[in-house]
């Protein structure tokens, strides 16, 4: 019972540096989402995708990039890293709020740690 | 666009003791979902309660209940019997019926005290 599986726990990139965050999810749900949260804030959408091949930008999207070739994996692609985006990333799913299963909301996965230096 | 408020500092509240944590929200669409979750120090993200803009009745998930008040935009939770483990922040966030867009607001600190 994974859930929503995101990797790496923890990152430390030098600035000017690119990384790829890993999330999936194994519950079928055809919306996966990303987002930031920055200390002593909420959280804020960055890219967010309907279901496979289609992805859209969210409230915070420059300097990410994101695709979404299968149901199960929703990759964030940071290029250019600069010490804005040191943040805590999560990756969440769902489905269709309203006409799905609500009594989950939302799952998210543990979180990605990301320091720019 | 939806927006979420949340402007209470943070609380202290004795164990065992209710506590309630305010949440107005604004929306033009008439179908929308609201939730509350909770994150502790350890940093992920808990789902606690789910309430649906046509619901009739208030929701209720163990402890937790949410106030809503549809008409003056508010979906204030509400936690009873405050264990030390409630210690966390809670988020309250929303979401458009086929939008889908989980927005959030800024946060409630909550520190339960022995």
């Known amino acids: 019972n994974a859930g929503v599986t995101q990797t790496p726990k923890f990152r430390i990139l030098k600035i000017g540096q690119s990384m790829t965050l890993q999330c999936t999810q194994d519950m079928n749900h055809n919306y996966m989402y990303w987002y930031r949260q920055d200390p002593g804030m909420g959280l804020k959408l960055i890219y967010y995708?309907?279901?496979?091949?289609?992805?859209d930008k969210g409230e915070v999207p420059n300097g990410y990039n994101v695709s979404r070739s299968t149901t199960e994996d929703f990759p964030l692609r940071l290029e250019l890293a600069a010490p804005s985006q040191t943040s805590v990333y999560f990756c969440a799913s769902s489905y269709n709020v309203g006409q799905g299963p609500t009594s989950g909301g939302y799952t998210f996965g543990s979180g990605t740690r990301l320091t720019v230096v | 666009a939806q927006k979420i408020t949340q402007t209470q500092p943070g609380m202290f509240v004795q164990e065992k003791e209710a506590v309630t944590l305010d949440c107005t929200y604004d929306t033009s669409d008439p179908s929308y979902g609201l939730f509350w979750y909770k994150q502790p120090s350890s940093g992920e993200m808990i789902f606690l309660i789910y309430?649906?803009?046509?619901?009739?009745q208030n929701a209720t998930e163990g402890r937790y209940s949410l106030n809503f008040q549809k008409a003056r935009k508010s979906a204030n939770l509400v936690i009873s019997a405050s264990q030390l483990g409630d210690s966390a922040m809670y988020f309250c966030a929303m979401s458009v019926y086929g939008n889908n867009r989980l927005a959030f607001g800024k946060g409630n600190q909550v520190v339960v005290i022995p």
């Open positions: 995708s309907v279901g496979a091949g289609i992805t």
């Open positions: 309430q649906g803009s046509y619901d009739q």
